[in-house]
């Protein structure tokens, strides 16, 4: 049987430099191909520099290594993006139009497309948003995730190609700093008490929202790959869930570890973009079809999140 050949883009971010290592363990360094916009310090696969608003480089990558499955993970994220909403609008849906393009003239026969949290609006259960909520994003970044699932929908019914997707809580990471996100406070709040700094969070204390730490959304996003054709029943994205919670217990979990960690609350123009998302979400449908099934607590995740940072600044300490 033969090995797919994977395109990452965006192997640069949170997700895909975490992605990047996960898939060359899983189908070897030779099959995976990392992309963005700048060569990172290391790699553990081959690199290839590409801007993917230019669809002609795109689609010489995909030829040049008879690409079989790309997992696009380049966007501009829901709080940078409101300094610019029409550039977050043109940049994330151009991209993705590129390979969507690109996949059905070269005939790559998987395509994994992160959508968020983010498509989710007014009108939504905010105690647990379901699957087929009406979605009424606030942000630019929501609103171009949001007509992203139904262009998915539509190449899939129209061209037959094989589109799968996930919407992402916020993203609990070691790995790379925070890009620019809403739920971003979640992983900065790790790295200050860990380098033994106060921390400000720019959310109130109560502001519960979905979250889910990074080797369950690899899992995840792997899972959903590999699972049977026939058993991916839903084309928009699939609504996923790890863990759900607020400013002041993940602050309870750290101060078990630091207790003299301090946290204070100013919340800004993020918290409103916060109070427009549900605070947790029904993935009946992942765990239905392809079994999903989350590992990471909150406990369990501060405590694995504490001894990675612990371990990566000591490693720069001594280099």
């Excluded at 409101?82 to 070269?106: G, M």
């Excluded at 765990?287 to 940072?309: A, S, V």
Aim: hydrophobic residues 35%; proline residues 4%; glycine residues 4%.
């Amino acid at each position: 049987m033969a090995i797919d050949n994977i395109l990452i883009i965006g192997s640069n971010g949170q997700v895909g430099s975490a992605l990047v290592h996960y898939l060359c363990d899983i189908y070897g360094e030779n099959h995976v191909i990392a992309s963005d916009l700048r060569e990172p310090e290391q790699c553990p696969c081959r690199f290839e520099q590409l801007d993917v608003t230019d669809a002609v480089k795109l689609a010489g990558i995909v030829r040049k290594y008879k690409i079989t499955q790309i997992y696009h993970l380049a966007a501009i994220l829901s709080a940078k993006g409101e300094n610019d909403p029409l550039s977050t609008w043109d940049l994330n849906t151009q991209t993705y139009f590129n390979i969507l393009e690109v996949s059905r003239a070269h005939h790559v026969k998987k395509i994994f497309f992160p959508s968020s949290i983010a498509v989710f609006g007014e009108h939504v259960n905010r105690e647990k948003a379901d699957q087929w909520s009406y979605l009424m994003p606030t942000t630019a970044y929501g609103l171009s995730k949001a007509a992203s699932e139904n262009w998915s929908n539509y190449y899939h019914i129209r061209y037959g190609l094989d589109i799968r997707s996930l919407r992402y809580p916020g993203i609990i990471s070691y790995q790379s700093m925070p890009g620019g996100g809403t739920t971003d406070y979640a992983v900065d709040i790790y790295h200050k008490a860990v380098l033994n700094e106060a921390f400000t969070c720019f959310l109130r204390e109560d502001s519960t929202l979905p979250m889910i730490y990074i080797d369950d959304a690899l899992r995840a996003t792997v899972n959903l790959m590999e699972a049977p054709e026939k058993q991916i029943s839903i084309r928009t994205s699939y609504n996923l869930s790890g863990v759900s919670f607020s400013p002041e217990e993940i602050t309870a979990e750290i101060l078990k570890i630091y207790p003299d960690f301090s946290v204070s609350y100013q919340p800004d123009f993020r918290q409103k973009i916060a109070d427009s998302w549900p605070k947790s979400i029904d993935d009946a449908m992942a765990r239905l079809d392809w079994g999903w099934n989350p590992e990471y607590d909150l406990t369990k995740m501060t405590k694995t999140m504490i001894e990675h940072l612990n371990e990566k600044y000591q490693l720069h300490a001594h280099a």
